[in-house]
């Protein structure tokens, strides 16, 4: 049985994994070095002239990291992958190396803050044009394309509003408009478990692997997915001369310790999420809930047609707005107050004033996010623990 006739769960163990040849280490050794030894001065020229594979620099590539990519790969159903020291380093290399000075990115205006910071104040700064737009209205989309267009950039589901954009769709009518747009899609939120939106046809998924990917709360790193002739440009111009945003190697391995467990791990999450959804949605100070396994969300026939479960983040809004809604974080007592997510344990944050501060007042309000919205990252404990949490929080408002 091939590995990609394989379940999920079994590509998390065994995609990727080289057998250890020397000493048969069941666990990918941590090669924690920068440098790699030639044999002779010709075969470091013929490997820095790209006519022999091998390691050079762990700048350029390292064992430990190159297992690690192409589990990552299979899991997306990418033909490779370029791991890196953060999310916001994978999508830095990656959009550096789509865009320059005259080009013309259009992004969704619901993103991560420091993503938003980088599209807004970052690529904007060396003469890069950025629109952004609501990229789940497909006439929205189609009147910014432009001659110059170079990517479509976008979150589903978007950070921290929950919204679902229909990723085969905007596929279509960037790539109908021109095959050369790459369609670069955040994954972070479902991670590879749920969705894979390169089978749906975007090119490009990045990933910020600190939350689900690794899980655990101990790890900042993440990852570019796609074609392998555009990951190498990525490689050696985004990373190695833009950002040299490299992935240490222990960070790798413990990345891929975490990986093993991703798919029981989302099914929790998913579970948990769901029966906190449907709390809230129900409670009389709850005055909205957005998690898209509900079926009052507006994209929830999308996320059931394009995600295998809903996932483990919603976001909701209670009665009293900011001042209420800060109130309820403060009152818990077993949910941390902490930005990330996709941790074992429950967190939950207030995007205006954390994640999401880089965005100006008027810009929260074009994307979605209301003074008073919380985000909460479902994790892995009992779910009627969690719900007794906010209920009690719910009840000293």
Known sequence: MTQEACGFGTKAIHAGNEKDSRFGALSTPIYQTSTFTFDSCEQGGRRFAGAEK???????????????????????????????????GA??????????????????GTLYGCTFALLNHGLSRYGVEVDFIDTSDLDALRSHLKENTVAVYLETPANPTLKITDVAAVAELAHAYSPAIKVVCDNTFASPALQNPLKLGADVVVHSATKYLNGHGDVVAGFVVGKADFIQQ???????????????????????????????????????????????????????????????????????????DFGGMLSFEVRGGKEAGMALVNGLR???????????????EHPASMTHSTYAEDELRAAGIAPGLIRLSAGLENAEDLIADLEQAMAQL
């Not at 390292?62 to 997306?76: C, F, H, I, R, S």
């Not at 990656?94 to 969704?108: E, F, R, V």
């Not at 077993?334 to 939950?348: F, H, R, W």
């Open 234 to 308: 990525v490689r050696m111009f985004g990373l190695k001369d833009m950002t040299g945003a490299v992935m240490d190697p222990f960070a790798a391995w413990l990345l891929l310790r975490g990986l093993k467990t991703l798919e029981l791990r989302m099914s929790r999450h998913c579970e948990n999420a769901r029966k906190i959804a449907a709390f809230l949605n129900a409670h009389p100070a709850v005055e909205k809930v957005n998690y898209p396994g509900l079926e009052s969300h507006r994209g929830h026939d999308i996320a059931a047609r394009q995600m295998k």
């Open 54 to 88: 091998g390691y050079i620099y762990t700048r350029l590539g390292n064992p430990t990291a190159a297992v690690l990519e192409n589990k990552v790969a299979a899991l997306e159903g990418g033909e490779t992958c370029l791991a890196t020291a953060s999310g916001m």
């Open 91 to 108: 999508i830095s290399s990656c959009l550096w190396t789509i865009a320059g000075a005259g080009k013309h990115i259009i992004a969704d």
């Open 334 to 348: 077993l949910i941390t107050v902490a930005v990330s997510l996709g941790d074992a344990e429950s967190l939950i």
